[in-house]
Protein backbone atom coordinates (compact mmCIF):
# COMPACT_ATOMS: atom_id res chain seq x y z
CA UNK A 1 0.00 0.00 0.00
CA UNK A 2 1.25 3.38 -0.84
CA UNK A 3 -0.09 6.90 -0.55
CA UNK A 4 -0.41 9.90 -3.17
CA UNK A 5 -0.35 12.99 -1.70
CA UNK A 6 -1.92 15.67 -3.63
CA UNK A 7 -0.88 19.43 -2.29
CA UNK A 8 -2.13 22.74 -3.73
CA UNK A 9 -0.38 25.92 -4.14
CA UNK A 10 -2.97 28.95 -2.75
CA UNK A 11 -1.69 32.27 -2.22
CA UNK A 12 -3.93 34.72 0.57
CA UNK A 13 -3.67 38.50 -0.23
CA UNK A 14 -5.77 41.48 0.57
CA UNK A 15 -7.13 43.31 -1.56
CA UNK A 16 -4.22 46.68 -1.69
CA UNK A 17 -1.58 43.65 -2.08
CA UNK A 18 -3.26 42.76 -5.71
CA UNK A 19 -1.73 44.12 -9.05
CA UNK A 20 -3.51 46.73 -11.04
CA UNK A 21 -5.41 44.07 -13.34
CA UNK A 22 -6.18 41.63 -10.41
CA UNK A 23 -8.11 44.96 -8.87
CA UNK A 24 -9.80 46.05 -11.99
CA UNK A 25 -11.32 42.20 -12.33
CA UNK A 26 -11.99 41.58 -8.97
CA UNK A 27 -14.11 45.01 -8.62
CA UNK A 28 -15.99 43.65 -12.10
CA UNK A 29 -16.79 40.57 -10.36
CA UNK A 30 -17.98 42.80 -7.33
CA UNK A 31 -20.46 44.53 -9.43
CA UNK A 32 -21.31 41.52 -11.19
CA UNK A 33 -22.74 40.24 -7.86
CA UNK A 34 -25.62 42.69 -8.13
CA UNK A 35 -26.95 41.57 -11.44
CA UNK A 36 -27.55 38.09 -10.29
CA UNK A 37 -30.61 36.15 -10.23
CA UNK A 38 -30.91 34.79 -7.07
CA UNK A 39 -34.68 34.36 -5.54
CA UNK A 40 -34.19 31.45 -4.41
CA UNK A 41 -30.79 30.84 -2.40
CA UNK A 42 -30.04 34.65 -1.79
CA UNK A 43 -26.94 33.72 -2.54
CA UNK A 44 -25.44 36.35 -5.64
CA UNK A 45 -22.57 35.34 -7.68
CA UNK A 46 -20.50 37.05 -9.71
CA UNK A 47 -17.87 36.39 -12.25
CA UNK A 48 -15.26 38.34 -14.04
CA UNK A 49 -12.61 36.82 -16.88
CA UNK A 50 -10.19 38.97 -18.33
CA UNK A 51 -9.98 37.43 -21.86
CA UNK A 52 -6.13 37.58 -23.69
CA UNK A 53 -7.37 40.17 -26.39
CA UNK A 54 -7.37 42.46 -22.57
CA UNK A 55 -11.46 42.28 -22.84
CA UNK A 56 -12.92 41.52 -19.37
CA UNK A 57 -16.18 39.62 -19.32
CA UNK A 58 -18.37 39.64 -16.29
CA UNK A 59 -21.45 37.04 -15.45
CA UNK A 60 -23.37 35.76 -12.70
CA UNK A 61 -25.33 33.37 -11.27
CA UNK A 62 -28.76 32.22 -12.78
CA UNK A 63 -30.88 30.16 -10.67
CA UNK A 64 -34.27 28.73 -11.95
CA UNK A 65 -37.62 27.54 -10.49
CA UNK A 66 -36.35 24.01 -11.48
CA UNK A 67 -33.18 24.43 -9.45
CA UNK A 68 -30.48 22.16 -11.44
CA UNK A 69 -31.45 24.33 -14.12
CA UNK A 70 -29.81 27.11 -12.94
CA UNK A 71 -26.32 27.83 -13.60
CA UNK A 72 -23.55 28.80 -11.44
CA UNK A 73 -21.82 32.46 -12.23
CA UNK A 74 -18.31 30.82 -13.57
CA UNK A 75 -19.76 28.75 -15.72
CA UNK A 76 -22.23 31.24 -16.91
CA UNK A 77 -19.11 33.94 -17.30
CA UNK A 78 -16.96 31.08 -19.40
CA UNK A 79 -19.67 29.94 -21.50
CA UNK A 80 -20.49 33.66 -22.56
CA UNK A 81 -16.62 34.93 -23.12
CA UNK A 82 -16.06 31.47 -25.06
CA UNK A 83 -19.63 32.07 -27.14
CA UNK A 84 -18.10 35.80 -27.67
CA UNK A 85 -14.49 34.81 -28.24
CA UNK A 86 -13.87 31.20 -29.70
CA UNK A 87 -10.14 32.40 -30.38
CA UNK A 88 -9.19 34.43 -27.35
CA UNK A 89 -7.90 32.82 -23.98
CA UNK A 90 -8.60 33.42 -20.46
CA UNK A 91 -5.95 34.97 -18.47
CA UNK A 92 -7.85 35.24 -15.01
CA UNK A 93 -10.94 34.77 -13.64
CA UNK A 94 -12.66 36.60 -10.39
CA UNK A 95 -15.56 35.17 -8.12
CA UNK A 96 -16.84 36.94 -5.66
CA UNK A 97 -19.96 36.28 -3.54
CA UNK A 98 -22.91 38.71 -1.93
CA UNK A 99 -25.74 37.00 0.65
CA UNK A 100 -27.67 38.70 3.60
CA UNK A 101 -26.82 42.37 2.72
CA UNK A 102 -22.69 41.90 2.41
CA UNK A 103 -19.82 40.07 0.58
CA UNK A 104 -18.46 37.55 2.06
CA UNK A 105 -15.76 36.93 4.66
CA UNK A 106 -14.30 34.49 2.85
CA UNK A 107 -13.28 33.44 -0.87
CA UNK A 108 -15.80 31.71 -2.06
CA UNK A 109 -15.01 28.16 -3.87
CA UNK A 110 -16.26 26.93 -6.96
CA UNK A 111 -18.37 23.67 -7.16
CA UNK A 112 -16.66 20.94 -9.03
CA UNK A 113 -18.72 21.51 -12.32
CA UNK A 114 -17.09 25.06 -12.64
CA UNK A 115 -13.99 23.76 -11.68
CA UNK A 116 -14.14 21.18 -14.82
CA UNK A 117 -15.26 23.73 -17.06
CA UNK A 118 -12.29 25.81 -15.89
CA UNK A 119 -9.96 23.21 -16.78
CA UNK A 120 -11.56 23.15 -20.42
CA UNK A 121 -10.77 26.32 -20.94
CA UNK A 122 -7.33 25.61 -19.94
CA UNK A 123 -6.62 22.78 -21.79
CA UNK A 124 -8.47 24.45 -24.81
CA UNK A 125 -6.30 27.52 -25.36
CA UNK A 126 -2.98 25.38 -23.56
CA UNK A 127 -3.03 28.53 -21.01
CA UNK A 128 -3.41 28.82 -17.21
CA UNK A 129 -6.23 30.86 -15.77
CA UNK A 130 -5.35 32.77 -12.98
CA UNK A 131 -8.44 31.98 -10.47
CA UNK A 132 -8.41 34.90 -8.08
CA UNK A 133 -11.54 34.20 -5.41
CA UNK A 134 -12.60 37.26 -3.88
CA UNK A 135 -13.96 37.73 0.40
CA UNK A 136 -13.56 40.62 2.11
CA UNK A 137 -11.01 39.20 4.89
CA UNK A 138 -8.53 37.56 2.79
CA UNK A 139 -8.64 37.11 -1.42
CA UNK A 140 -7.30 33.54 -2.45
CA UNK A 141 -5.36 33.04 -5.84
CA UNK A 142 -4.72 30.22 -7.83
CA UNK A 143 -2.27 30.15 -10.71
CA UNK A 144 -3.38 27.14 -12.13
CA UNK A 145 -6.87 25.26 -12.49
CA UNK A 146 -5.26 21.61 -11.52
CA UNK A 147 -4.57 23.21 -8.50
CA UNK A 148 -8.36 23.47 -7.52
CA UNK A 149 -8.90 20.26 -9.26
CA UNK A 150 -6.48 17.47 -8.21
CA UNK A 151 -6.85 14.15 -10.63
CA UNK A 152 -8.72 15.38 -12.84
CA UNK A 153 -10.33 14.04 -16.06
CA UNK A 154 -8.41 15.58 -18.67
CA UNK A 155 -6.79 14.84 -22.17
CA UNK A 156 -4.73 12.17 -20.33
CA UNK A 157 -7.38 10.11 -20.37
CA UNK A 158 -10.33 10.76 -22.46
CA UNK A 159 -8.02 11.34 -25.65
CA UNK A 160 -5.29 9.03 -25.86
CA UNK A 161 -6.93 6.52 -23.72
CA UNK A 162 -10.28 6.45 -24.92
CA UNK A 163 -10.03 7.42 -28.93
N1 LIG B 1 -22.92 29.46 -6.98
C1 LIG B 1 -22.15 30.06 -7.94
O1 LIG B 1 -22.65 30.77 -8.82
N2 LIG B 1 -20.81 29.86 -7.90
C2 LIG B 1 -20.16 29.15 -6.94
O2 LIG B 1 -18.94 29.06 -6.97
C3 LIG B 1 -20.92 28.48 -5.87
C4 LIG B 1 -22.39 28.60 -5.95
C5 LIG B 1 -24.36 29.71 -7.00
C6 LIG B 1 -25.24 28.56 -7.37
C7 LIG B 1 -26.54 28.97 -6.73
O3 LIG B 1 -27.21 29.86 -7.60
C8 LIG B 1 -26.12 29.75 -5.51
O4 LIG B 1 -24.77 30.11 -5.71
C9 LIG B 1 -26.24 28.96 -4.21
O5 LIG B 1 -25.57 27.79 -4.26
Do not use: W
Not at 35 to 58: C, D, H, Q, W
Not at 72 to 98: D, I, M, N
Amino acid sequence: MNYLKITAKIRIYNYEELLFEEKNIVDKAKEAVFRAYAPYSGFKVGAAALMENGEIITGNNQENIAFPSGLCAERTTLFYAHSQYPGEAVRALAVAAHTKGDFIDRPISPCGACRQVMLETEMRFRRRVKVILYGKKEIYIIENIKDLLPLAFDQDFSFDNCL
